[in-house]
Structure formats: structure tokens, C-alpha cells
């Protein structure tokens, strides 16, 4: 058990909706990493946040948007789903913010299916 | 797991044997590297470490290697055990980088025999 925690488990829900999901990070850690893994892409690093800023900006859609909040759990927002957005999504939390030496640590993971 | 690609490479060994996982990476300004492992329905795990300023490095029954001139990273468990069945995922990242994310290999499905 790494320490990190996600909401929801699981989640489905259809075409043009939105949804969020929720990362509370490790104690003491200010960092918070999404990532998407779908069977095609692998892991794709999409956003972090540092205490509360936005930090880094990676393969992350307009569509979807994320926010730190003063006590440093993460929520990750996804729009106008598509069938294409079903995946699994991990955040991951380390210490500082995210040196190029910083270990990372990931949750258990969303699993989100779009009908 | 669902959580891997359909075309993951596969590695099968014996139960006790060694195994050896590679990965080649792509960056040469690299110089952080870190072996993670998934098992089926979690989350990717940390196993262990290495900076580019070392070419080996042993934790509790797995030994990275690290050889800088062709891109390349290994992973070796030894005694193999039907716990260690996960995918198994190199990550990169780079010195001066303003970012934190890492890059991630494909990954390669250990499969434990018995």
C-alpha cells in the first residue's frame, strides 16, 4: 500500500458527461501526478500540481482539467466524454516538487469506461 | 490484467529461476531512472532506483543495471517467485528538467511458472 488513495474504484458513464476523480496524496507529500493508461498509449503523464499550483502540463486534453486544493488532495475532471476517454487513471504523489530525483508514488487507480 | 497493452512482450520463467527485464531508453540526457511493477488491478509500485552516475544498483532480490553508451536498463530478479507475475515498467526522467513526470516504457508481463 503505497499511501495514496483514489475515488471512485470504478466508474462508467456515458458520452458528453463528466465526471471526477479524487487522489489524496501520501502524508507530507505536496505533489500530485495524473497519468492515463489505456491498452494503446501505455502510461501518459497528463498534469501535476506543487502545493496547490500547476506545475507541469503534459498529454492532457482541453476537455479535461485538474485542481490542488489547500489540503493538497487532487481532483482530476474530465468533459464531454468520449468512448476514447475509457481508461485507467492513477495519480501519484511525491515529496517535493517533482524534481527530476523524486521518487513517485501511485494510487490503486480509477477505472473509468465510457459507453 | 486489463490495466497492459494486447502486445506487451512477455518474459516466462521457472519459479526460483532469474529473471532479466530490459528496457531501452530513448532520452541520453536521462539521468534517473526507476523500475516500477503493476499487478493486475493496482496501481504501478516502486521497486527500486538508479542515477546515471551509477551502473548498478542492488536492493532486496533485484539488481538494476545501467549502461549509458547503448541506452539501456535492466532489471534482474533473482529467485523468481509467483508473486513477482506483474508487468514491469521502466521510467526515465531528466536532469534540468522543470518537470517531475516521468516517461514510461511499454512494459514487459513477467509470467511465473510453478
Known amino acids: 500500500d503505497s499511501g495514496v488513495t483514489q475515488t471512485p474504484k470504478h466508474l462508467i458513464t456515458a458520452t458528453g458527461q463528466r465526471v471526477t476523480l479524487r487522489c489524496s496524496p501520501r502524508?507530507?507529500?505536496?505533489?500530485v501526478y495524473w497519468y492515463q493508461q489505456s491498452l494503446d498509449q501505455g502510461l501518459q503523464f497528463l498534469i501535476q500540481y506543487y502545493n496547490g499550483e500547476e506545475r507541469a502540463k503534459g498529454n492532457i486534453l482541453e476537455r479535461f482539467s485538474a485542481q490542488q486544493f489547500p489540503d493538497l488532495h487532487s481532483e482530476l475532471n474530465l468533459s464531454s466524454l468520449e468512448l476514447g476517454d475509457s481508461a485507467l487513471y492513477f495519480c501519484?504523489?511525491?515529496?517535493?516538487?517533482?524534481?527530476?530525483?523524486?521518487?513517485?508514488?501511485f494510487g490503486p487507480g480509477t477505472r473509468l469506461l465510457v459507453l | 490484467g486489463e490495466n497492459v497493452g494486447l502486445h506487451l512482450p512477455t518474459l516466462s520463467v521457472q519459479e526460483g529461476d532469474n529473471s532479466i527485464i530490459n528496457c531501452a531508453y530513448s532520452n541520453s540526457a536521462s539521468d534517473y531512472f526507476i523500475w516500477y511493477k503493476q499487478e493486475s488491478g493496482k496501481g504501478p509500485q516502486f521497486i527500486i532506483d538508479i542515477r546515471s552516475n551509477m551502473d548498478k544498483r542492488q536492493g532486496q532480490r533485484v539488481t538494476v543495471l545501467l549502461n549509458k553508451t547503448v541506452k539501456h536498463l535492466s532489471l534482474q530478479i533473482a529467485a523468481t517467485q509467483p508473486g513477482d507475475s506483474a508487468v514491469y515498467f521502466c521510467a526515465e526522467n531528466h536532469h534540468g528538467g522543470s518537470q517531475g513526470n516521468l516517461i514510461f516504457g511499454k512494459g514487459t508481463k513477467l509470467s511465473v511458472k510453478p
Open positions: 502524508s507530507g507529500d505536496l505533489s
Open positions: 501519484a504523489t511525491s515529496v517535493g516538487g517533482g524534481g527530476p530525483r523524486e521518487t513517485q508514488y
